[in-house]
């Protein structure tokens, strides 16, 4: 009996978070003033200087990748903490009772100065443009990491910089010399900089998750799609490359997986790679083959991005095993 509460006690979790909380405001505007214009080959959104500007739309929702995945694991029913620095404001008091309500254990840190804060302009080809304020997000230390209470069977990184991605490092080679799996979703900020600069995580990643843009980036490759998956598998067991509503592909070393998720409306697409990337391991945690857990991630995205915000339609077990069961992966 001791010994099993002592197993019990090292797996204290499924997985642990480590990325960014934010607050995110959403708006849409119709208005006039807003135009979509082709500068340098980009369509970007032009507002003029000085104008005062009508909203249509003013959501607001809570996220970052480490609250929107520990939310996604706990709703398809794991146990699940993040690892986020928050500021002493009160917008860390609103995404700490969203992690509350959501039953997500907060191994963070509140200190000194702001929590992060992004604004989205979306609607607008149904692309958006995001202001983000990054606070706090970029000031995790070492000290502020309760390394006792690691005890999990999985940790999920999503982008952190600066001092953050130094810690996130230590994490790292912790989950390493302990035999922790792990998955990594990067964003192109860090894609960009390459494999020699991701090395401390690769090393110790399980599965790495990202889109066409950031692959090619990582890799400095811009060939097929296979070839790429096969060059980042060089470093890591299995690799998923996800390319929007044309599906994603997986690659375990011997075989290539892929999937085409169904035909949704897009609402605002923020929120989809962690939806996506949180549902495959939640799908491998669940005993899903890699077709199968392909199935929960493009399941998980097509709700995502058919509504604002990026944690209020996320799915329970229940809902993803059926939506999952009408895929073709």
């Not at 096969?230 to 375990?252: C, F, M, S, W």
């Amino acid at each position: 009996m001791a010994e099993k509460k002592e197993v019990q006690k090292k797996m204290a979790y499924d997985v642990i978070s480590v990325g960014g909380a934010n607050i995110d405001v959403f708006i849409t505007t119709k208005s006039k003033d807003v135009e979509i214009a082709n500068i340098h080959a980009h369509e970007d959104v032009c507002m003029p200087i000085g104008a005062k500007i009508l909203i249509d739309t003013l959501v607001t929702d809570t996220g970052g990748s480490g609250l929107n995945t520990s939310t996604a694991f706990a709703r398809l029913g794991f146990k699940a903490a993040v690892i986020s620095k928050l500021g002493e404001d009160m917008n860390a008091d609103i995404i700490l009772n969203k992690l509350k309500k959501e039953k997500v254990d907060f191994l963070g840190v509140k200190a000194q100065g702001h929590t992060g804060y992004s604004v989205i302009l979306s609607g607008l080809h149904k692309n958006r443009t995001i202001l983000t304020f990054k606070g706090n997000n970029n000031k995790l230390t070492t000290k502020d990491v309760p390394w006792r209470k690691l005890k999990t069977k999985w940790f999920y990184f999503g982008t952190l910089l600066d001092q953050s991605w130094k810690t996130q490092c230590e994490i790292a080679r912790y989950a390493k010399k302990n035999g922790i799996k792990l998955l990594f979703n990067p964003s192109l900020y860090l894609a960009e900089k390459g494999m020699n600069y991701l090395k401390p995580i690769l090393d110790a990643c399980t599965i790495l998750v990202l889109n066409k843009e950031e692959a090619q980036a990582l890799t400095g490759m811009k060939g097929y799609t296979k070839q790429i998956l096969e060059k980042l598998q060089e470093h890591v067991p299995i690799v998923v490359i996800t390319d929007g509503p044309r599906g994603a592909l997986a690659y375990n070393g011997i075989k290539f997986y892929s999937i085409v998720p169904k035909d949704v409306p897009i609402v605002d697409t923020t929120g989809a790679g962690d939806s996506f990337a949180s549902a495959f391991l939640a799908g491998i945690l669940a005993g899903e083959d890699i077709p199968g857990a392909l199935k929960w991630g493009a399941a998980e995205a097509n709700s995502v991005i058919q509504h604002y915000g990026a944690t209020e339609i996320l799915l329970n077990r229940k809902q993803i095993i059926q939506q999952s069961e009408r895929a073709e992966a």
